[in-house]
Structures are given as structure tokens and as C-alpha cells.
């Protein structure tokens, strides 16, 4: 045992379809992965090709470990008036590296999950209006909403797979997961060139179009063909 | 909750002077809360107000040899006085924002300069630039109990024996019960939790074979020494 002066933090981690808990370590996010996304953002501004955005250095942001949610009940954040969804796909790691290759990366993947990235929007926007840092926006409290972590060899159809998010039953988001601009293993070379990846991590690999506000009441469903679906409803702060 | 899929990471801790390990949840960074620093970097401290930003729990690190991160070609340094809390909360008032604050250190926040200048420039998230691995250079805790409230005193750092920082913590724009109160009104603060309170001006560029020392008067000094990185 170790001489802490204070207890220390529960150790975050996320249920394993079939048994088990995943530790969490770090949760990295990619932005703009779906290209219909970019425009319905940025608007008139987007000038990228889909060639070019493949190109670009990738968008990464970051939660804390411990902004992992399971779904439930989930009160209206602190200080936001326009709270929003972004229904994605969440890579959970094994193992990892620096400087990783796409085929090696594939190798280091634990499994899938469907997850929810939550964001302080209003508070994003005057981010980028002052070109400040994101992080009162993304690193919210409960902020990274996940279900269980599906095993990789249990979920081969990932190109074949489809992202559906509904607000109170009707369909927000629906896309299928080819149309990202990076598939999942390049994200995870991308971010080995910043970051060093290890056991533990989870990456948030974007949201596609259809992003929209929540309030207390709204109830969120998200599913990605047979991982666990997500669900969770927003209560007063 | 044993039942892991593979070993969890160590619990993240940094040592306590006279003893003892904290053991850190969540880093907090403040930026632009000195106004020299704000003016050094091109903006003007009475349009621009101070803002906070995170660096992973696991980016610590206590000194000592320290490997030249990947991807960038300018790294910088920040010298700052942190404080660590041993309780927390939402909504703190800053008169009771003091009894949260278990102690204080010196630390560096490392910056690779160039991607956050990349990513203002696209009013893109800084995190490649500021949430780089071993970002969170921080010396010794010293306890509260022992010092008091530090809202004051000499803040320096120096590279190979060379002041390029020096400062008072009386010169921030937000003191240190402010900053407390204004980021419970954005996260719960919890036990465990490091603020990294901004830097003073004369940041710049670290190399390979660098030393460099931040102290806080009344603190532990904090030294570390870039490598170059294999790997």
C-alpha cells in the first residue's frame, strides 16, 4: 500500500461485453472525420476536397479519463446553454506505440464501442472565435458517454457498419461508418505521431452529420449494428 | 471492480515534501493569466481574459531526466506554481476556495509551440500542443499546512543558469481563489485535482542538453534535464 495523503481516484473503467471491465487511461477524439459533418460546421468555409482532408493533420482533442460515463441519467452540465450529441464509434486499445503504422495499429485494437461526445457547443464556439483551447467545451464532466466494449474479434463487420442516434425516437444521426474520411486505424497512426498510445486508451473517431442540442427531458439512443447500445436521458442540473 | 481485461495504469502520483505520494485525477491549466506573457504573445491582456485548458492526469512527470518529445520542433517552456486540492466541488466561492487547497509546487508547463500556433491559426483544440506526454513537469508538493495561502512571492525559471522567467504571483490576473471558483462553475473539482496557475512572461525554446530550473519562493525547486528522445 502506498503512502497517499489523500485517497486516491477510483481507477475509470468501461464494461466488457462477455465479462470483464476495461481500465481507461486516455481518451483522444478525433473532429471531422465525416466529411458531410465539416460542411454542416463550418459552412461556406470549407474549401477541403476529400483528398485533401485525408491529407490534413488530423483534428485531435482530448477528455479526461475520468469524464467516462455508462449512460443513465445524466444531469444538464455545468455552465452551458446549448449542450450537444455526437453519436460515434469508440476504439478501445491493448496495447500501443509511437510512430505506428495502419497495420500495426489494427493489430493493437481490444474492441469497439459505442460512445457519445458530449459538448458544451456555446462554449466551443467562443473557443474557435478567440482561438482559444477546446477544453471547456469537450473535457466536460460526464462528457464521454460509452457502452460496453465489444472484444475486435467479435465484431468483424466494421465496414459494413452503420451509426444510428435518436432523440426521444426520432433519428438524429444516421451514417454508415465507411463514409469516414480515416478509417480507424489511420486515426490511431495519426495520433501515435503526437501521442504515445497505450493499453487502456479509448479514441472517439468523430461524428457524422445531423449534431443537434439536448435539454432536460430529451432520452438519447445510440447503436452501431450489434455492440451495446448507448442510452441515456438528461435530467436538471 | 478488480475484474480488469489487462492491468490498469499505476495510479499517477506526485511526492509530497516531508513525505508521503498525492495522487492526481485531473490537471487544469490556466493560460494567459499573467500580462506580460499576454502581451508577449501578440495579444492585449484587457481584451483577451484568461482561459483554462487540461493536460492528461498520466502527463506528469517529477523531474529529472526528461526525453524531448515527439512531433515538434519548438518546445517551450512555462514556469508556474501549481496547487493541488484535497477536496473540491462545484460553485466554490472564493472565500472558502482556500480551505480546498491541500498544497503548492512549482512546475513547467511544456508547450510545443508550433502545433498550438497551428492549431490557433485554424481555431482548432490546442491539445496536440499542450497535452504532449511528460507535459506536466512538477516539483514536490509542500504542504499548505506549512506556507499558508501563496498568493505572492517570486516565481523564476532559468535555463542552463540563465534567468529567462521572473516574476510574482502577486501579478496574476486571476488569483488564486478566483481561478478556483471560476473552474468549479465548469467542472466538479475533486481530491486530487493539479491547477497549473499560468506563466509570466519569457517563454521560449528548450534543446536537447538544456537544464532548467523553476523555483517559487517559499517551494521546492523543480529541475529537469531535456535528452534526446530514441524512439
Known sequence: MRDYVISPPTQPAIPVVGGGWFPVRRIFCIGQNYLADVKELIGDHVKETEDEAKKAIPVVFTKPADSICLGGNIPLPLSTDNLHYEGELVVAMKSGGTNLSPSAAEEMIYGFAVGCDLTRRDLQEVAKELSGPWDMAKAIDNGAVVGGVMPEKEFWALEEARLMLSVNNDVKQEEDLKAMIKPVWNIISDISRYFEVKAGDLIFTGTPSGVGQLVPGDRVRIGINDLAPVEFWISEP | ?231
Not at chain 2, 519548438?74 to 487547497?101: Q, W
Not at chain 2, 508550433?114 to 500542443?129: F, I
Not at chain 2, 473539482?189 to 509570466?200: E, M
Request: glycine fraction near 12%.
Open chain 2, 1 to 231: 471492480m478488480s475484474d480488469f481485461v489487462f492491468a490498469p495504469p499505476e495510479q499517477i502520483v506526485v511526492p509530497v515534501a516531508g513525505g508521503g505520494l498525492f495522487p492526481v485525477r485531473r490537471i487544469f491549466c490556466v493560460g494567459k493569466n499573467y500580462a506580460d506573457h499576454v502581451k508577449e504573445m501578440g495579444g492585449d491582456p484587457k481584451d483577451v481574459p484568461p482561459v483554462f485548458f487540461t493536460k492528461p492526469a498520466d502527463a506528469v512527470h517529477t523531474g529529472g531526466k526528461f526525453n524531448f518529445p515527439l512531433a515538434t520542433d519548438n518546445l517551450h517552456h512555462e514556469g508556474e506554481m501549481v496547487v493541488a486540492l484535497k477536496s473540491g466541488g462545484t460553485h466554490i466561492s472564493e472565500a472558502t476556495a482556500a480551505s480546498h487547497i491541500f498544497g503548492y509546487a512549482a512546475g513547467c508547463d511544456l508547450t510545443r509551440r508550433d502545433l498550438q500556433a497551428a492549431a490557433k491559426e485554424k481555431r482548432g483544440p490546442w491539445d496536440t500542443a499542450k497535452a504532449l506526454d511528460d507535459g506536466a513537469v512538477i516539483g514536490p508538493i509542500t504542504p499548505a499546512s506549512d506556507i499558508g495561502v501563496l498568493d505572492k512571492g517570486s516565481i523564476s525559471l532559468s535555463v542552463n543558469g540563465e534567468t529567462r522567467q521572473q516574476s510574482d504571483l502577486s501579478l496574476m490576473i486571476w488569483s488564486l481563489p478566483e481561478i478556483i471558483a471560476r473552474l468549479s462553475g465548469l467542472f466538479e473539482l475533486k481530491a486530487g485535482d493539479l491547477i497549473y496557475t499560468g506563466t509570466p512572461e519569457g517563454v521560449g525554446a528548450l534543446v536537447v542538453g538544456d537544464t532548467c530550473r523553476i523555483e517559487v519562493e517559499g517551494l521546492s525547486p523543480l529541475d529537469f534535464q531535456v535528452y534526446e528522445r530514441h524512439g
